[in-house]
Every structure is written in C-alpha cells, then in structure tokens.
C-alpha cells in the first residue's frame, strides 16, 4: 500500500471507531477509539482462529508493518502532538512547579529505570542490561495520552500542571537513557555510546541542545509573528515550527520531543501575550485543538491494531501481567523520592502520590521504542510486555484516574 492509501485507511477507521464509540461507548474518545480497535483487532485474529482458510491475520499483519508505527510515531506525529500539548502549559505555571518537574523528569526516570530494571531481569531471566533497556522504555509516562486523560479528569490546577509538565519533559529523558543503554546492550547498533563520556555528549546533545533548539526557532517564529497580523499566515508558522524544528532536531541528532516542547512552551506563552492579535488566538487555538484530537485518534487507533504484531505467549503474557504491578511501584518511587526530596521546602497535599502514580499513564512512546530495539531473543517479550503494559495503563487507568481524583476529596490547591 501508498502511504496516501495507508493514511486514507487510518483516518477513515479512526472516525467509524469514533462514531461507534460516541454513539454506543462514550467513552473519553482516544481511549474510546482504542477499545473498538483492539476489540477489532482480537476479533479478526478470533474469527481466523475458528476458520483457518480465511487468512485475514497475515494481510492486515502486513499493513500493519507497512504503517512502521516507531517511525509514524518518533519522527512523524510526535512532534505535532506534543507541540500542541506544550502550548496550552503556561510558564508561569510551569515555573511554580519547576522543581517537582525537573526532579520527576530526570530523577524519577533514572529510580525508575533502575527498579523495573532489576525487577525484569529477576522476574524473566534477561541479562541486566537487557532489562535496563526494558525499565528506560517503559518509565516515561506518555504526554500523548496523559494531556488526552487530563482533560477529561479535571484536575485542579496545580496537580494538572505537575503531570502535564513532567510527561512532557520526561519522555525526552528516558529517550535519551534509552539510547544510552541500547548503545551498551547491543554495541553494534544504530545507537552507541562510549562510556560515561559518550553518555554525557549524547546527553547534552540530545536533551540540552533540543531544548536550545526550541528555544531558538521559537524566539525566531515569534519575532516575524509579532511583525505580520495574518492569522492563516500566523497558523502556518506555527505548522511550520512544529514539523520542521522537529525534523531538524532529528537531522542534528538532538532530541526532537524536548525541542517540540520548549517551542510549543514559548509560542504558547510568549508568542501568544504579545505576538499575535485575539483572533489569531482564537484561530491558533482551534487549529491545534483540532490537530490534536485527529492525531490522538490515529495514534490510538494505530496502537490497537500494533496487537497483529505482537508474538503472543503464555510466558510473555505472565511477564506482561507481573509488569503491569512493576511499573506501578517503579512509578510510585519516581514519584515519591522527589516529592520526600521537596517535602522540607514546600508543602504538598496528600493525594499528589497516589493520583500522580496513577495518572502516570504509558503509550504509544514505549510500543515504538520497543519496536525499534535491534532483532534479539528478548524483543520479542519486551514487545509484548511492554503491550500489555501500555494497553492496562490506557484503558484501565486512563478511564479511572477521574474518579480517584474526586475520591481522594479534590484538597485546596498549594503552590
């Protein structure tokens, strides 16, 4: 298939998912959208289970592995999505929760990594190494579907700011960890660091100077924005900065996401306070708004249907379910050193740890790190692991982080 075929597809499955969502679930939609499709999915693979002569499986596996969904994903809708995220976070927001964030984002990834790490290896058999690579993958909550469920779950400000700013930011951490140690484990791959030194320049290469790339293309849309008032022009820079600043980033080896976000932050902020007029705003909103919703319904959608290229098991599907409850406790140490960390320095409430473990949702950022890992005897049950993983933390998380919320008592809102 054409990649205009493919996309054709998507798109078209996304909105009959949708409808049958709205119309029959309603269900928050992404979350919606991804039920139909794996529901789909395990129905085909049922259907050609009772009637073998179909052979349904192995053409949709292969349109599946046309779609590339890391490459889709990594170096495609990620940008967009992020960058659309990032420009509703406000600075000044974000800046009154910058420590809980930085530390979260860069601490909490590494505790993290180092506790499902180990617990991986024990629990499987895999090298240490190996399931290293495992725990960075898997660590950093997905923006994609924590902004989606957030918007739902009406958190109060504070809170919502907090998990917001450090799924942005801590995705573009763990990526970075992620090829550090992909670099160790299988040395003659496309990622490889040498020794502490190389993952020290990989590290500020990728995360520092992703994040000065932002900054500097955003500073720069927002200085021809603040001279023009032309809202279609004003929209199409600011597609521009997110597609192109995010391929650049790539093509100079610096970290995409982090780039995305550090330029969606400035235009969302800055550029919107004093370069653009009202109905830019208004029009800039809307674009985003509705870029969003159409991406996080194809992403959803797409890891849905990832299911036709999962190896399934019984001994992948036990480590995936012992995962799920790893993942859980690797999340709650990320979250709670900082927090213990901070606690002599500010006051915090007390159901920030328990709704930010839960709310600390995956997605389709570890399937596509998963997908990319070099060919192995342990992709195979770090790709369904990691599945099952993703696909509890969507669905069942996802669609119970609200009500947590409102049991918990919604406590006043602390700085």
């Known amino acids: 298939m054409t990649v205009l075929q493919v996309a054709s597809l998507l798109i078209v499955l996304a909105g009959v998912f949708g409808a049958i969502n709205y119309l029959f679930l309603k269900l928050p939609s992404a979350i919606g959208i991804l039920i139909v499709a794996l529901f789909a999915s395990l129905s085909v693979m049922g259907l050609e289970y009772l009637i073998p002569s179909l052979e349904i499986t192995d053409t949709i596996q292969k349109v599946a592995l046309d779609i590339e969904f890391s490459d ?20 000044g927001d974000l800046r009154q929760q ?9 601490l909490g990834v590494i505790i993290s990594t180092i506790i499902v790490g180990y617990g991986f290896s024990w629990l499987t058999g895999a090298p240490l190494i190996i399931a290293l690579v495992f725990g960075a993958l898997i660590t950093p909550t997905d923006p994609v579907a924590v902004l989606g469920v957030l918007r739902e779950a009406n958190l109060r400000k504070t809170l ?49 100077g992703g994040a000065l790339l932002g900054a500097l293309l955003g500073f720069l849309v927002f200085q021809v924005m603040k001279r023009i008032d032309d809202y279609p022009l ?9 597609f192109g600043g995010y391929q650049l980033a790539v093509a100079l080896h610096m970290s995409g996401p982090i780039m995305a976000v550090v330029a969606g932050l400035f235009i969302g ?23 969003d919703e159409i991406l996080n319904a194809v992403l959803f959608l797409l890891i849905g249907v990832e299911v036709f290229v999962v ?12 995962c799920i409850g790893l993942a859980l406790i690797g999340r709650a140490a990320a979250v709670t050193v900082p927090i213990m960390l901070l606690k002599p320095f500010r006051t915090f409430t007390s159901d920030v740890i328990p709704i930010m473990t839960w709310g600390g949702l995956k997605g389709g950022i570890s399937v596509a790190l998963a997908l990319t890992l ?17 696909i509890f933390s969507i669905i069942v998380q996802g669609l119970t982080i609200a009500p947590l919320a409102k049991r918990l008592g919604r406590e006043p809102d602390l700085l």
């Open 374 to 390: 070099p060919d192995s005897e342990w992709k195979p049950i770090i790709l369904t692991t990691t599945y099952v993983v993703v």
């Open 72 to 91: 889709a994903l990594l170096e495609g809708m990620l940008g967009l999505l992020l960058f659309a995220g990032a420009l509703h976070v406000k600075l």
């Open 160 to 208: 919502e700011t907090k998990i917001a700013g450090e799924s942005l930011f801590n995705d573009g951490v763990a990526y970075v960890v992620f090829l550090v140690l992909v670099g160790i484990a299988f040395p003659s791959g496309d990622h490889h660091a040498e020794g502490a030194s190389g993952a020290l320049l990989l590290f500020f290469q990728e995360a520092i």
């Open 234 to 242: 004003e929209v199409l820079l600011s597609l521009g900065l997110a």
């Open 269 to 291: 902020d800055v550029g919107v306070k004093y370069g653009m007029s009202e109905q830019t705003r208004q029009y800039l909103d809307g674009f985003w708004q509705l870029i």
């Open 311 to 322: 190896t399934f098991d019984m001994d992948a599907l036990l480590s995936g379910v012992l």
């Open 98 to 106: 910058a420590w809980v964030v930085l530390l979260m984002a860069t």
